[in-house]
């Protein structure tokens, strides 16, 4: 089969033709055409290898043989609803609650996080009969309307009124950027009591708590890594209110933290969620994803009377796939990979830090690493332009990286788990240059600060300039340097209250 249908120049222009403009491309200004791709390495249409540090879907590598087969083979045979009996349903069940805390034994299968998230909120909601919900500054949690409700990543644009009102915001337990850093004696109760006092405003106005949700790690809002003990206050907190617990893995499960199977587990063992949601890396690149809670929320759910059906979620294929994913987890040793390779990652990248006053923090767990660009490591003056700047010339190297969090200045790894330690080498090998360069070589550098003074002119006369990131997430910040995606577009943003 040939990977190449259309010219390049033919494909671009359908899809502009086509294809809603507020679906981002990758690099805009000059997209790249993607054709097949095998592990950690995607190809373009004229045989071009390009390293992959970002995708998190192809958890086991992209195209994995052994996914491929058990997907096809099941294709073959049948594909249909869990209406029917099926034993890939319940095997597939099985074998992921034995990943998890006991506790966490029922699963409802859907095709996407936001779905899964969407009925997470859901269950909380019938269960608890209350109708508040925290989530945190910065969060994103999908793209359906009662996502965008609790995903300040996409909301934080609207003014107060056109929030939803039910909708309440924690700050981000960020301990480098955020409210209480580091330095403070234990920012783990600092950021929970924020979390507590949010309770009793909502008490004061009448509301009642149904659910505190977070990723276990936040990703999109700057690879943020909770100190320790946070969740663990947070339950608290929440559980006592009558609330419960959403711990969102979309992002961030199956193995990629290294020393546990999942994020949350970081917390200690002592933490466990009450409905926790899954998705991208599940299905290794195809569309599944899963809801699991307890069985008393299981059971309220089914309570209302109301039938739940998904028409594709849990289907032999699904099932196969996941189970396939799985077993490649544990065969390839994939976890272990992603606990040796990422701190091998992890410390080449301090020694960066060493070397470039650019760089003011890296954090991680595994293979999900995060390293914020600063012009000032005391003033942590986000350095946005630069971050996208070496974004561009890692792709023009032929290496993939993106660039996140609410200033855009966070590097972000989270590359396929087979990423090897020469990966590393490369890509960091790479970065030290572009960042030497930087220093040594005012040319690009130079149209970069040309570029970001006359952005913060437009900013100082236009107030606010929307941006996206090369995932079309928008962004305001006075230092803004967009060469891929250009202004953004309006976000698609159901603005309403319930
Ligand atoms: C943390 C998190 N949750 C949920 C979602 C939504 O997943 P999907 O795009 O599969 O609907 C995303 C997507 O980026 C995410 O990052």
Redesign the pocket.
């Known amino acids: 089969m040939s990977a190449e249908i259309l010219e390049k120049k033919k494909t671009l222009d359908l899809r502009k033709k086509h294809i809603g403009p507020s679906c981002k491309i990758f690099f805009s200004h000059d997209p790249i055409k993607i054709v097949r791709a095998r592990g950690q390495y995607m190809y373009d249409e004229k045989g071009q290898r390009y390293l992959d540090c970002i995708n998190n879907v192809a958890h086991v590598g992209h195209c994995h043989p052994d996914v491929v087969k058990a997907g096809a083979e099941q294709m073959e045979l049948l594909n249909t609803n869990s209406r029917f009996l099926h034993d890939n349903l319940v095997l597939y069940a099985q074998r992921l609650q034995a990943t998890l805390p006991n506790k966490l034994s029922v699963c409802y299968f859907v ?7 969407d009925l997470a909120l859901r269950l909380a909601l019938q269960y608890t009969g209350h109708k508040d919900i925290i989530t945190l500054e910065n ?6 309307s009662s ?1 965008i409700d609790i995903s300040p990543y996409k909301f934080h644009h609207l003014s107060d009124v056109e929030q939803n009102q039910f909708v309440h915001v924690a700050p981000s337990p960020d301990v480098y950027r955020g409210k209480y850093r580091a330095d403070h004696p234990n920012p783990a109760k600092a950021y929970a009591d924020d979390v507590k006092d949010i309770i009793g405003r909502v008490h004061e106005k009448g509301g009642k708590i149904a659910a505190f949700t977070a ?1 276990s790690l ?3 809002g700057g690879q943020v890594i909770p100190p320790p003990g946070y969740f663990q206050q947070v339950a608290e907190h929440v559980r006592q209110a009558g609330g419960v617990f959403i711990a ?5 499960g199956f193995g990629r933290v290294g020393t546990h199977f999942w994020a949350f587990q970081l917390q200690g063992a002592d933490f466990v969620p009450d409905i926790v ?1 899954m ?2 890396p599940i299905g290794n690149g195809h ?1 599944m ?1 899963c809801v699991v809670t307890t069985k008393e929320v299981a059971e309220a759910f089914a309570l209302s009377g109301m039938e739940y059906f998904n028409t594709f979620g849990g289907n032999p294929v699904s099932c196969a796939i996941g189970l396939a994913v799985l077993d490649v987890i544990v065969k390839e040793d994939l976890q272990g990979n992603a606990l040796r390779v990422g701190q091998y990652l992890t410390e080449l990248l301090e020694k960066q830090k060493e070397k470039h006053p650019l760089i003011g923090d890296v954090r991680g767990r595994g293979l999900f690493v995060g390293m914020e660009l600063v012009k000032d490591r005391l003033k942590l003056t986000p350095a946005t332009a630069e971050a996208q700047e070496v974004i561009y010339k890692l792709k023009e190297q032929y290496i993939l990286l993106s660039a996140d969090g609410p200033h855009r200045n966070v590097l972000k790894f989270k590359p396929p788990l087979c990423f090897t330690s020469e990966d590393a080498d490369l890509v960091v090998e790479k970065i030290d240059h572009i960042l030497t360069g930087a220093y040594r070589l005012p040319g690009p550098f130079l149209s970069v600060v040309l570029e970001h003074a006359v952005t913060r002119l437009a900013c100082a006369l236009f107030k606010r300039i929307k941006v996206c990131n090369e ?1 079309g997430h928008q962004y305001h910040s006075g230092l803004i340097l967009n060469r891929g995606s250009g202004p953004g577009v309006p976000q698609q943003t159901k603005r309403h209250r319930r």
Request: overall charge negative; charged content about 15%.
């Open positions: 095709n996407s996080g936001s779905e899964a998230n969060a994103y949690h999908g793209h359906v996502l990723e936040q990703s999109c969102d893995e979309v992002q961030v949601t998705g991208k569309p994803s995932n």
